[in-house]
């Protein structure tokens, strides 16, 4: 489904070049959950926001079913971004000023889609990740961890490809945490493919595969036995 062949990404710094990703090739079939690994600078997050389009590489190929993610326009990105892939950062990103459900359906909305066609679905979604009682609230008035629910449902609105999680749980405590892992797993189990960036080895065992990065490039690659348990 995702395939990432010798992959590359290098900045300058100043007048040095910096090689964030050095030749990395993987695939990712459709339905895992594959968990990516690292330390600091080891271009976890870098490989993630390539996969996403957020970023192109500087040399090698990305493909999401089959569609080229390398050496195409600012809109033909921005355009796959929002029809394929779905968005899960550490830190929410939720608009202060919208309600929950309005905060789930900002990508259709974005795309010019009443929110009275929206409105719907954005509920159907936060009743499924446990928050049909929230749907009128305002971020301000969410925990942590029902702030991180409605931006999984968010991730969701638009039926992605695949599900990309940046460190999900690493702005909120272990027990909160546990159930965000908890509900990214029933959402795997519903099919949903998933890539999520964590240092945490627990959180990276809730995956059905982990992949090791250090220096820019793969040091393992290992299934997970007994995962979707």
Known sequence: MIQVLKVSKKYLQGKQEI???NDVSFGIEKGEFLSIMG?????????LNLIGGLDQPSTGEIFIDGSPLHGIS???????????VGFIFQFFNLLPILTAAENVGLP????GVPFSRIQEKATHLLESVGLGSRTEH?????????????AIARALITDPAVLLADEPTGNLDSHISEEILGLLKNLNQTGQTIVMVT?????ASCGKRIITLKDGGITEDIAIS???S
């Open 19 to 21: 090689c964030a990703l």
């Open 226 to 228: 007994g995962s979707s």
């Open 108 to 111: 259709l909305l974005l795309d």
């Open 138 to 150: 305002r971020p301000e008035q969410l925990s942590g961890g029902e702030m991180q629910r409605v």
């Open 199 to 203: 240092h945490d080895s627990r959180a």
């Open 39 to 47: 330390p600091s600078g080891s271009g976890k997050s870098t490989l």
């Open 74 to 84: 600012d809109d033909a990105l921005t355009l796959i971004r929002r029809k394929r």
